[in-house]
């Protein structure tokens, strides 16, 4: 049964959206080697609409990049979440456009191993809901942004974690890998 790991570059006020704005100055060659092995480690990938456009948009042409992300991202198996979308013209992408849950719970079932989620809150939030998601890395930024998208919204229902992985780069960014603290 695959496994769905979500993996966000994270503000410490707990802001995910527009990471373009504020992560780069904290980019270095230890997070690019671990964005690496995360991307490199991920079977299938999972996204909601505007992931997907921004990511469709830019990676089909790009080859053979720094930290091979491309080549990954070009030939893996890709799932996009979307209501208002038509069609999914990047490579190996299908279109979920209705029961989602019901879907990604039989797309859990069909992948054998990791399936990579990024940005996408939306979709990650209806994830939560649904008791789907299997692990969050979460890589800390010491900045406080102040406003946009929070992974974690009000309103969420409370989501007891626990906490497998810790790492502190040089650059001040923490990782957080928690995954479900689900009763057995």
Do not use: C
């Not at 990676?59 to 979440?81: I, M, S």
């Amino acid at each position: 049964m695959g496994k769905i790991i979500v993996s966000e570059f994270m503000s410490l006020d707990g802001v995910i959206e527009a990471p373009e704005t504020w992560h780069f100055p904290y980019l270095s060659d230890e997070m690019g080697a671990y964005s690496a092995a995360q991307i490199n480690g991920s079977d299938a990938f999972l996204m909601g609409r505007v992931t997907y456009d921004n990511f469709a948009g830019f990676w089909p042409t790009q080859t053979h990049n720094e930290f091979g992300f491309a080549d990954k991202l070009n030939n893996a198996p890709k799932f996009v979440v979307s209501t208002t979308l038509l069609k999914a013209d990047w490579n190996h992408t299908t279109l979920i456009n209705r029961n989602v849950v019901e879907s990604i719970t039989r797309l859990k079932q069909q992948v054998s191993g990791n399936i990579g989620i990024t940005g996408s809150a939306t979709l990650i939030q209806t994830l939560m809901q649904a008791d789907l998601v299997d692990q969050y890395q979460l890589l800390i930024h010491p900045i406080v942004v102040g406003k946009g998208k929070r992974l974690f919204q009000e309103g969420i229902a409370t989501l007891p974690l626990k906490l497998v992985e810790t790492r502190t780069f040089p650059n001040g960014v923490v990782l957080l890998v928690h995954q479900p603290a689900r009763e057995a």
